[in-house]
């Protein structure tokens, strides 16, 4: 990427810095909807206009919070870390976590407000009569983690266990926790966790031990421990366990609910040993949790536990993704800000050519996850509508988007720290905030490797790369725009078919795959919105994620006029909302 900006004048180093530069630039303040007109079109293409026009203020009222009254309360959240309780100042054993303030008004604004774990799942969120699709629900969780990540674990956590229990669950056992797990009052509210991991277990499901014994009124009785259990004083619990007597492997494996308190007003018989001290997502708690017979009920077939609780991981999975792509959105309007207030050498940092090479290098990533979160969402509208082959579609899309994205955060938040420079690595700005939460994603509810071979699993068990190539083959239309793709494509599928052999491919083929997808989305983009800029994207994904070229060749030159938008300074007219 090689950027020509206008010629500074003779003499530009010994010019007073312009007007708006500042030495340390703030957007605290900043609404980050209006920052970002960009995501306003891709919602119009995305949502239905009449859900658009009705969550349009909603949107930029939490663009506004984003930016800043959630920012604080999210910095102070995460300086003060939830404390477990064991007892009572009464000497009981009764434990509990003490949660700062601002974590708690954070919760407020996304379960109560906003109903980011209930809008999905029935109407009468934010006034709409009806439950949203996906990608309301993703545009909300979209804006809301470019402030706070760690809280939209919880959120997600009770989305995803509301839809599994809605799809797997008992009629008795769904009528009786449904309502509170969808309530935006917080008095009432069930949150969700899922806890799977066990120190010897991990990813490797079928070596789980935590037991399972039958009661005599057909609840079950657990017994073990689970080893990282986000949201661990959660309401209500997805657990996996062994049922005893039942088969060795996967099939012993089933899926439990676990309440934190019994019908009868009993806490259940379960404890949190420890929280776990966390390189990020501070502002919400994880712990270690011991089984001691705890009481829970089974959800769905015995033996399809793991094949259930997949349904919720997947969910989880791509909820990663979503944050992910927020991460990076918010990091490279952190940038770009800077980057347009800075002033160095009697310019400012936008207007030298290498800074802002490395600003699109910011942008490329970023934008190409936003693209594949929204066509994740679609497909999963799709499916859940029952739609011939969208569920092969999204099978395959969701591990892409955690796999690639997630990774890709990690990178972006570090590259876009260094526009800020010193002060970057200050815990006082967002950005070391923004690099510590960014490292979860490529590790929670799968690891690059186990999330890599999903996709490989989707491929062989869903038939999900035929149906992934039309899709991609859709999107590119007569291919003109990017003529280069469908043979590309060719050899990524003809890569991914041969990973089913070589499972050390695997990685290779995924980004492969995600890249050639990332690209076809932003150039169907381009297409269905006018953007020509989004089509030069498409084209540098190409070029740089794709296509061989000579790592010793200089680099060629972009239109400055198609790649211009991007670099816009994201404070022109975002000022905050009261």
Not at 67 to 78: E, K, R, V
Not at 277 to 289: H, Y
Not at 438 to 466: K, Y
Request: contains cysteine.
């Amino acid at each position: 990427m090689h950027l020509r900006p206008p010629a500074p004048p003779p003499g530009a180093a010994a010019l007073a810095p312009p007007s708006g530069a500042a030495a340390v630039p703030d957007s605290h303040g900043l609404n980050l909807w209006r920052a970002d007109p960009v995501l306003q079109r891709l919602a119009g293409l995305y949502l239905p206009p009449d859900l658009l026009a009705h969550l349009a203020p909603h949107l930029d009222r939490l663009g506004g919070l984003a930016g800043g009254p959630l920012d604080t309360l999210a910095a102070a959240a995460d300086r003060n870390p939830p404390v477990l309780h064991s007892r009572n100042r009464r000497g009981e054993d009764a434990q509990s976590i003490e949660y700062h303030p601002a974590y708690r008004e954070m919760e407020r604004i996304a379960f109560g407000e906003y109903g980011l774990a209930a809008l999905s799942h029935r109407g009468g969120v934010l006034g709409w009569d009806a439950p949203m699709p996906p990608a309301a629900k993703y545009l909300l969780t979209y804006l809301l983690v470019q402030a706070e990540f760690g809280l939209c674990c919880p959120v997600s956590m009770t989305d995803s266990l509301t839809r599994t229990l809605r799809k797997f669950g008992g009629p008795a056992l769904v009528a009786r926790y449904l309502p509170a797990l969808t309530s935006q009052d917080l008095d009432t509210l069930h949150q969700g966790a899922m806890f799977m991991t066990e120190q010897g277990a991990g990813s490797d499901i079928a070596a789980t031990v935590v037991t399972a014994a039958p009661q005599a009124d057909g609840s079950w009785a657990l017994s073990g421990d689970k080893w990282f259990c986000s949201n661990p004083d959660a309401d209500l619990a997805m657990v996996l366990a062994r049922r005893e007597g039942g088969p060795p492997g996967l099939r012993g494996v089933s899926l439990f609910l676990l309440p934190r308190i019994l019908p009868d007003g009993r806490p259940n018989r379960y404890r949190i040993q420890r929280l776990k001290a966390k390189l990020g997502t501070r502002s919400m708690a994880s712990g270690e949790i011991r089984l001691e017979g705890a009481t829970a009920w089974l959800v769905g077939e015995p033996e399809a536990g793991f094949r259930q609780m997949a349904d919720m991981v997947n969910n989880s999975r791509l909820s990663n993704g979503v944050r992910a792509a927020g991460l990076m959105r918010r990091a490279a309007t952190e940038a770009l800000f800077i980057a347009h207030r800075r002033v160095a050498f009697g310019r400012r940092l936008v207007e030298m050519p290498l800074m802002r090479r490395q600003l699109l290098k910011l942008l490329l990533p970023a934008e190409q996850a936003r693209s594949m979160v929204f066509q994740a969402a679609e497909a999963l509208r799709r499916a859940d509508a029952g739609e011939e082959g969208a569920y092969a579609l999204l099978r395959i899309l969701t591990p892409l988007l955690k796999f690639r994205a997630c990774r890709d955060a990690r990178k972006v938040t570090g590259d876009a720290m260094e526009v800020r420079g010193g002060c970057g690595y200050i815990e006082e700005w967002s950005d070391a905030r923004l690099l510590r939460d960014a490292h979860l994603g490529s590790i929670w509810e799968g690891t690059s490797n186990i999330v890599a071979l999903d996709v490989l699993r989707a491929a062989q068990r869903e038939g999900s790369l035929p149906v992934l190539q039309r899709h991609v083959l859709e999107l590119l239309g007569n291919a003109g725009a990017l003529p280069e793709a469908p043979a590309a494509l060719e050899r990524a599928l003809a890569l991914a078919a041969q990973a089913q052999e070589r499972p050390e491919l695997a990685r290779q083929a995924a980004s492969a795959l995600y890249h050639l997808t990332s690209a076809a989305a932003l150039a169907w983009e381009a297409g269905q919105l006018g953007l020509p800029e989004r089509l030069a994207l498409a084209r540098l994904v190409l070029r740089h994620r794709v296509l061989p070229r000579d790592p010793l060749a200089p680099g060629t030159p972009e239109t400055e006029a198609e790649l211009a938008p991007l670099l816009a300074d994201p404070g022109q007219g975002a000022g905050a909302v009261a």
